[in-house]
């Protein structure tokens, strides 16, 4: 054998190794009002401003807003490439200031909100295409557990579900945690207490979503992190400005980069364990 050519053994081993999947995150909530999409933005912001390739794909159809909280007028959008107007590659609008790109949604189509399983199908194919292009692909899904949440969970291997202390917000999240760990069971679902009054308030909210997630599901999602309640975020979404460019040092942007280091350290663990 010359010098340089590998073994048929090592080539069968080579050819033998998968391909890695895309690597598809979700953001969700059981109800809307809790901070969703603005946590999705900040986090994508976050990865970006750490190195990583982030595209934030606004999955909330019919009431889609990451590009007003941007401050965004992209040309295409999820709607333009679901009517066969334009390639999902052009209804990339790149967030420049933000270092990530975005997929607008289309707010008030409500066409959107129903789609065709078989455009539902086109639609989770061209993401998990475009997702290996990037370092992680986060979609903002819409609230609750529509159809398009329920197809979407398919293709992701992470969930972080927003929730506040409010009841409402932490009934409507079990049920989330339900229905999609019915669809998908290696989902892991990681909560994330917006808006919490301290460290020790979120995760006293996340002891009482775990406890009722076990009794009933015999399921343990996991703990994130919380995001402390901060004026702040209020005055960034009025704005259209990113938090973490206009109150970086504030609690809140400290808290969501914590849950993007959190992130990265989980994701470099997961490598090294795949790699072995």
Not at 58 to 73: E, S
Not at 109 to 119: D, F, M, Q, R, V
Not at 235 to 253: F, H, K, S, W
């Amino acid at each position: 054998m010359t010098q340089g050519q590998n073994s048929p053994e090592k080539v069968r081993a080579i050819h033998s190794t998968p391909a890695p999947e895309p690597n598809i995150v979700m953001v969700a909530s059981g109800k809307g009002g809790v901070g969703k999409t603005w946590f999705s933005i900040t986090f994508a912001h976050a990865l970006a401003e750490s190195g990583q390739r982030v595209l934030l794909f606004d999955a909330d159809l019919g009431l889609a807003n990451v590009d007003i909280q941007l401050g965004l007028m992209p040309q295409w959008d999820l709607s333009s490439f679901l009517s066969g107007q334009s390639s999902l590659d052009q209804a990339i609008t790149p967030y420049e200031e933000g270092g990530f790109d975005i997929i607008a949604g289309r707010s008030g189509c409500g066409s959107l909100a129903t789609l065709t399983a078989e455009k539902m199908s086109y639609l989770e194919g061209a993401l998990k295409k475009l997702a290996k292009r990037y370092d992680v692909l986060i979609m903002d899904l819409g609230a609750g557990v529509g159809l398009t949440v329920r197809a979407l969970a398919g293709i992701a291997k992470k969930c972080y579900v927003v929730v506040t202390d409010e009841p409402t917000s932490l009934t409507d999240a079990y049920a989330f945690v339900k229905v999609t760990h019915k669809i998908q069971e290696e989902l892991a679902h990681h909560i994330v207490v917006n808006q919490a009054e301290s460290s020790q308030d979120g995760a006293r909210v996340y002891e009482t979503l775990k406890k009722v997630c076990e009794n009933f599901l015999h399921y343990t999602p996991r703990y994130a992190g919380p995001v402390r309640r901060d004026s702040h975020v209020k005055d960034a979404i009025r704005v259209q400005t990113p938090l973490l460019m206009r109150y970086g040092n504030c609690e809140a942007a400290q808290d969501v980069r914590a849950l993007a280091r959190q992130y990265r350290t989980q994701e470099m663990q997961a490598q090294k364990e795949q790699a072995r």
